[in-house]
């Protein structure tokens, strides 16, 4: 018989008006990384939830090690042996690594002393120096968040929930750790493992469970499971009904931006290139090839150290996000919860708030403009909000992506920068991103699409640039685009192609 660690029977969670889970069931066996995938209102945070003793289900049983249990809070699924690592780290960043990991737990001087030793010896075997009494703000989100997954190794959780664990992570950052889980599960550590990405599921799952509006729909032997299966559980299409190739309505010739012998430092060095009326023009390259360091300079961010920026046939010079706006570019940044969202804002002043100087009159703003300007854009784009005044910070990533283009879109602009621009949102939500690109280009607006996803790359892009340390290495007719040329082109890049 299976060694069931967890088993879901009948679990059922209603919210007023949505059913958040109908009868989900299914086992978590000892010892495995099991994923959990599906796209947002799927219901895999709600069973996580359920399963970290944050909310009760309204019907259904819980077994855990093979006995019926009721997990009242947090602290008693720790005191079970379940530790829940959250997508937003449950930190104290004024607190010390040490701190951090005792809190909420009553221990003796020479416990603490001999917890801080093993502590101590949890960092060495994860293959990271990282001193116990740093204060947590001055760590990497990386850094932060093995300290989230050693405080459930030191008090020895069976079970470890990992909620979209690699969505602030570099590639290499995601790879150490993918090595750490492995050693984990070596050692006996069952693993729960929440993503947006296939890819990483691919990687790291012995075996993955598909969650749909709610409703278990199966669980599959990694080697068993392909992406397109994947897809078409999750969302009812395959990759190849949700992404396909669009060609232009119309030749693409009249040129609306040229770079010259574009170069910063050692980020980017003699970038060239143009950009078309209507064109989706991709950018492709892995974390430090210069893409992003690109984008950021040509909106003005951060000034070239030589080169030369064309714009319809005109040199231009810009010299600030301003400047940009008011030529007509715009950008939609890699991180937009950094640095693309106002989190303690609502979704109409996220939206208006790049108009806003416009919107002045004899001295004030009023509210009602944003509204204004906000409404047209959310039905545009479909977002999928409560209300203007909803706070974006609770909003799924895919509708505060969306919120991002919409505050774009209300400048109007003529070329629209967008980078990595569905990382961390569902496969539904990369769908409707997709959908809007190829409206924008319909309506006559040129994007430079950056990404390091290659399928995304070959079916929105009529032309691609490759960049590598700092280079463009290479440029790909629509005619010439697949994954064998591109990742030829990127020089070293990892073999594959599947949608994440």
Known sequence: MEDVIIAFQEITKLFPGVMALDRVSFGIRRGEIHAVVGQNGAGKTTLMNILAGEIQPDRGVLLYRGQPVVIPSPHAARELGISVVHQELMLCPNLTVLENIFLGRTMGKIE????????????????????LQVRVRDLSVARQQLVEIARAVAFHSEVVVLDEPTSALTIAEAKHLFEILRQLVKEGTTIIFISHRLEEVFEIADRITVLRDGKYMATIPREEATP?????????????????????????????????????GKLFQDVSFSLHRGEILGIYGLQGSGRTELAETLFGLFPPDRGEIFLAGKRITITSAHEAIRLGLAMVPEDRRRTGLFLNMDVKENIGVVKAPQLVRRGFLSPGSFATIALPLIRKLNVKTPGLSQMVRNLSGGNQQKVVVAR???VQPRILIVDEMTRGIDVGAKQEMYRIIQNLRKEGMSIIFISSELPEIIGLCDRVLVMYKGKIVGEVSREEISCEI???????????????
């Open 228 to 264: 397109d299966g994947l897809v078409q559980l999750m969302i009812g299409k395959t990759i190849g009904e949700m992404l396909s190739y669009e060609p232009p309505a119309t030749p693409l010739q009249e040129v609306v931006l040229e770079v010259r012998g574009l170069s910063r």
């Open 486 to 500: 591109i990742l030829a082109h990127a020089m070293g890049a990892r073999q594959g192609c599947v949608l994440t």
């Open 112 to 131: 603490k002393d001999q917890k801080s030793e093993e502590i101590k010896k949890i960092f060495q075997d994860f293959g990271v120096d990282i001193p």
């Open 408 to 410: 774009w879109l209300a």
